[in-house]
């Protein structure tokens, strides 16, 4: 555990802020691993020309960004602390929240904190199960893990292989967690094209799991166009090890080899061709969910969870490359969607990027029933330019629970932090933020935060490359929300807070 002395206020001159088979598992403690990670799976580093490294190191010492891993942040954050990597060597992915733990994922597997004293976390397990990017979810005692990337088997130790290999495998992966701190491995699903990250649909017996996936090349011969659908997974709670595909419920149908989504280049040049989804968010209270699908961003109803229904599709031609995650407002007349301009490897937080593209879109939800449409409002961006050597676009967050507000707190990978407020769909603003300076100031090398998420009063952030940071908010536009308090947290099945 690190704490961290209070670091200096940043100064800026860059952009205008005010701040107001086998299925062990490997359990692992700070020894050594029982299986090996995979070395691709850690950050990549890309060299940058010497103009760019150059105005990198300039602008440190002008005081306009950070030094490496120098913190800063608005005056009504406080970084409470921080765990560093320990035995997963990976990219740390996404979170997930039950009672006093926090469960994170990593390339490498998973990690269990305890957080009940938020200031104090302690680890409590570390699996080791490779296969990226290990998109994490739980319910009840069921924790859920997505494998993308070609396997030899489904087992925890296994290895990477070709994708054109027989045996390959690429599915969900489900645990029993009973016992927080040895967790079990108890079923593997295979599904079309992996499973990218995954979206959980929690009923009293099942649990359904709508397995998003894409096809990034031509390379993978069982994820062919048109792949334009999700895979349907049923999960008996009381029996998970009977967990199946249910269905593949056609998202885009349309004739021709690609199905009806977008095309992509060079009819849209800049756009991804849609193959299938990135993200999903569903909102069970209103029997909705919103589709983040590479060239489009889609509404649909749940009502029936092995059949959803699309009501509207939209795409943005103009600004966004693609569509990468979605968040409803509470009261369910909005979505945010994000663009992952440059994959999330690119520094498309700078000044010659611009604030329209790597950006939030807004979208209002006009209408009722079948008729519901997405008319967009707005884009929004960190108003902090960062280095050409950062990696920074739009990535994961949750909604901060207030009664009457639309307040989000939102990872930007090595942007950082942020907390918006876009109550005003039409006029979005930043109220606080935090962030580390590049990790590097000769070459991109990848970082930042995947995942930033409010929970039960405090921001909880998994670094890529740093660890697990604890954040909290002192301000009075974000005060009413530390009296919501959860029992489970998914942020991607997003709850109801105020039912």
């Known amino acids: 555990m690190t704490l961290l002395n209070e670091p200096r206020a940043r100064r800026r001159r860059l952009g205008v802020f005010a701040a107001a088979a086998g299925l062990a598992a490997a359990l692992l403690t700070a020894g050594p691993a029982a299986a090996t990670p995979d070395p691709g799976d850690a950050p990549t580093k890309r060299e940058v ?222 756009v991804s061709k849609t193959t299938g989804c990135h993200d999903i968010t569903v909102l069970p209270s209103k029997d909705l969910a919103a589709g983040a699908c590479m060239g489009d961003g889609i509404l649909f109803d749940i009502a029936d969870p092995e059949r959803p229904k699309v009501i509207d599709q939209v795409q943005d031609n103009v600004n966004f490359a693609f569509w990468h995650s979605a968040t409803f407002n509470q009261s369910a007349n909005k979505v945010v969607f994000t663009d992952e301009l440059g994959g999330g490897g690119a520094a498309t937080c700078n000044e010659a990027t611009g604030p329209d593209r790597g950006a939030d879109g807004i979208y209002e939800i006009k209408g009722s029933g079948d008729n519901r449409k997405l008319v967009f409002k707005s884009y929004f961006k960190i108003p902090r330019h960062q280095a050409d050597t950062e990696n920074c676009v739009a990535h994961n967050g949750s909604l901060i629970p207030v009664k009457g507000k639309d307040l989000m707190v939102q990872a930007w990978y090595q942007g950082g932090v942020s907390v918006w407020d876009f109550t005003d769909s039409a006029k979005p603003k930043e109220i606080a933020y935090f962030e580390r300076g590049p990790l590097s100031t000769d070459a991109i090398k990848s970082g930042g935060s995947w995942s930033a998420y409010y929970y039960n009063g405090y921001i909880y952030s998994n670094d890529m490359a740093k660890g697990f940071d604890v954040l909290k908010i002192n301000d009075s536009r974000t005060d009413p929300a530390k009296d919501v308090r959860m029992s489970e947290l998914n942020v991607q099945s997003q709850p109801d807070y105020f039912d």
């Open 49 to 270: 020309s010497k103009s760019e490294q150059a105005e990198a190191e300039q602008a440190i010492r002008d005081g306009e960004i950070p030094a490496p891993d120098e913190i800063v942040h608005s005056d009504n954050i406080e970084h409470l602390g921080n765990i560093p990597k320990d035995a997963l060597p990976g990219t740390n992915s996404d979170l997930a929240f039950q009672g006093k733990y926090a469960f994170a994922g990593n390339y490498d597997g998973f990690r269990v904190f305890d957080i009940s004293d938020p200031k104090a976390p302690k680890t409590v397990a570390q699996v080791l199960c490779p296969g990226s990017q290990n998109d994490i979810s739980v319910s009840g005692n069921l924790l859920f893990l997505s494998t993308d990337s070609s396997r030899s088997d489904s087992s925890c130790s296994s290895t990477t292989q070709p994708a054109t290999e027989k045996s390959s495998w690429e599915g969900m992966k489900v645990f029993d967690i009973s016992d927080k701190a040895n967790p079990k491995y108890v079923a593997a699903v295979e599904t079309a094209c992996g499973s990218h990250t995954h979206t959980l649909v929690p009923e009293r017996k099942n649990v359904y799991v709508y397995v998003s996936s894409y096809s990034p090349s031509a390379t993978f011969p069982d994820c062919q166009p048109p792949h334009d659908g999700i895979s349907v997974i049923k999960v008996p709670r009381s029996a998970p090890e009977q967990a199946k595909v249910v269905g593949f419920p056609v998202l885009f149908p349309g004739d021709g080899p690609d199905g009806g989504g977008n095309p992509g280049a060079p009819t849209n040049p800049g």
